[in-house]
């Protein structure tokens, strides 16, 4: 089965620097890579996808790359501010399996004023 | 909009009791329901897959006589913890797909979740 593996499991940058968050995935039959935000106690909150026919996609301060061929698809996240301060999940899921999705273990990500 | 709630927030049961937990999609139909547990600083481990009518598919070593699903309809979806104990308690959180413009675009949107202790 599918298996996603997400890096690093913490992350702590400085206001206003770039956060870089990696995820691998092994079924190259994957086709659908969202990123979720979840803050302490709260429900995953969808902050951007991504789908396999395309290789990167922005919104504002937060981007994302999938790079196909390599199984690996990234999340970054220009300017930070404190209030990106959460944990991030990414996901993967199969084509064709009811919309399953894979996550990965999480990046708890600090930003420091 | 695609807005999922979730009732209870939070339960506090006796070992033994079972509890239910319902999930909603508010302004969509949910062409598909999930049911997922997340214990303290782990991700999000699905525990299954429900469908309107039909009998939700349970994901290994998740016991299906211990893990109640009913889905009702396009809208709710219920998950009953049976004989519940301490090493139940969790955050429960479900969450609903909304079904895209193209074939295959589905989004996933989450319920706030269920915090049960069971004491």
């Known amino acids: 089965g599918e298996n996603v593996e997400q890096h690093p499991s913490t992350l702590s940058v400085q206001e206003g620097d770039s956060a870089v968050i990696k995820c691998t995935y092994s079924d190259s039959a994957s086709n659908y890579f969202p990123w979720y935000k979840q803050e302490l106690g709260k429900r995953p909150q969808l902050i951007i996808d991504?789908?396999?026919?395309?290789g990167e996609k922005k919104d504002q301060r937060i981007a994302v790359t999938l790079n196909k061929t390599a199984k690996h698809f990234s999340l970054h996240i220009t300017e930070t501010q404190p209030e990106d301060s959460a944990v991030y999940f990414c996901a993967a899921r199969l084509f064709n399996q009811g919309g399953k999705l894979i996550f990965g273990q999480g990046t708890e990500l600090s930003v420091k004023p | 909009g695609a807005v999922v709630s979730q009732h209870p927030s939070w339960v506090i049961c006796k070992s033994g009791t079972s509890v239910k937990i319902e999930c909603r999609s508010l302004?969509?139909?949910?062409?598909?329901m999930f049911w997922y547990r997340q214990f303290p600083k782990q991700s999000l481990m699905l525990m299954a897959t429900s469908n309107e009518g039909s009998k939700a598919t349970y994901e290994q070593g998740v016991e299906k006589d211990k893990f109640l699903i009913n889905h009702a309809s396009l809208t709710l979806s219920t998950l009953t913890v049976t004989s519940a104990h301490p090493e139940d308690s969790s955050f429960y959180i479900c969450?609903?797909?909304?079904?895209?413009?193209?074939?295959?675009?589905?989004?996933?949107?989450f319920g706030p979740g269920t915090r049960l202790t069971v004491l």
């Open positions: 302004d969509f139909q949910a062409t598909t």
């Open positions: 991504i789908r396999s026919n395309v």
């Open positions: 969450s609903a797909s909304k079904r895209g413009l193209a074939y295959n675009t589905d989004t996933q949107y």
